[in-house]
């Protein structure tokens, strides 16, 4: 068994009346790359803002890297923000700063590193990602909406994190720029050694990159297995899902790179 990385045991979410989440459990070992999907509204960024902390839940237990994130100090939860890195939908960068300066802004914040120091590392990490070197000197809203993601996936990765939040990533995106988005989290993954937990809508992002997946609905996990026991699991919206037109077709590329 790998250690897992997060563990969520008898989760509740509510706003007034509204439950989102009533008993919801999972587990995310090291190493793995976790798609999570629902219909619209079914509570999947509001289980990622429990995670890392941002919505305080109404009773359950959540674990990060070993840490009770309720009951977490201050001191904790800095060691925790730092060994995690989340990737918001928006990609968030500051308009005011260059490229490689959002980059390197966590390194001067978090790890004090003299500017001169911080932005030369932000520039690998730019590499990383695959941005051309001329990108990082460029403002942000000169940016392609493919190079925001991958800059901001670079800012999400300049402390070196363990585990990694992406939520919908390829949302927006090109056909070709989603592609390349899945191959290059696939790629840090293994090069890095990251875990991925990585909420999603794109069915092409499922088969490429996710080693498992967690499907939300009626407030708690319905199925959490790999990809083709979650594919042929018998429930109204996971059936419609997965087997609609895009379902097909994204099962069909799917299995074509699969025999390239
Ligand atoms: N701050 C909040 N106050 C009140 N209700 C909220 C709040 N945040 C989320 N909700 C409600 O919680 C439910 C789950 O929202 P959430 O954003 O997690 O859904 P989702 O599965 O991510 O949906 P989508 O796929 O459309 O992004 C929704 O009904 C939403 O209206």
Redesign the pocket.
């Known amino acids: 068994m790998r250690e897992s990385v997060i563990e969520i045991r008898g989760l509740r ?1 509510q ?2 009346h ?1 439950v ?1 989440h009533d008993q919801l459990d999972l587990t995310l070992p090291r190493g793995e790359i976790l798609g999570v999907v ?12 429990s995670i890392v902390g941002l ?1 305080k839940p109404a009773s359950g237990h959540i674990e990060v890297l070993g840490i009770d994130v309720q009951k977490a100090s201050s001191r904790e939860r800095l060691a925790l923000e730092r060994r995690t890195g989340v990737l918001f ?1 928006s990609g968030a960068l500051f308009s005011s700063m260059t490229v490689v300066e959002n980059v390197a802004m966590p390194l001067i914040e978090h790890e004090h590193l003299r500017k001169s120091d911080a932005l030369e590392l932000a520039r690998m990490k730019l590499a990383l990602v695959g941005l051309p070197g001329h990108a990082g000197d460029l403002q942000p809203a000169e940016l392609s909406g493919g190079m925001v993601k991958r800059a901001a996936l670079a800012r999400s990765l300049a402390l070196e994190p363990e585990l990694l939040f992406l ?2 990533p390829t949302a927006g995106l090109d056909p070709i720029g989603a592609a390349a988005f899945d191959e290059l989290i696939v790629t840090l993954r293994d090069a890095l050694g990251l875990t991925v937990f990585l ?1 999603t ?1 794109d069915l092409d992002t499922l088969y490429q990159a996710c080693d498992r997946i967690a499907v ?1 609905g009626e407030k708690k996990i319905l199925i959490h297995d790999t990809l083709s026991q979650v594919a042929s699991f018998d429930h109204p919206w996971v059936h419609d899902y997965f087997h609609g037109p895009r379902g097909r077709q994204a099962a069909a590329v799917g299995q074509q790179r699969r025999s390239l």
């Open positions: 979410n706003f007034g509204h989102v629902g219909g619209s509204g079914a509570g999947k960024s509001v289980l990622l803002r919505q939908q939520d919908e909420v809508h939300i």
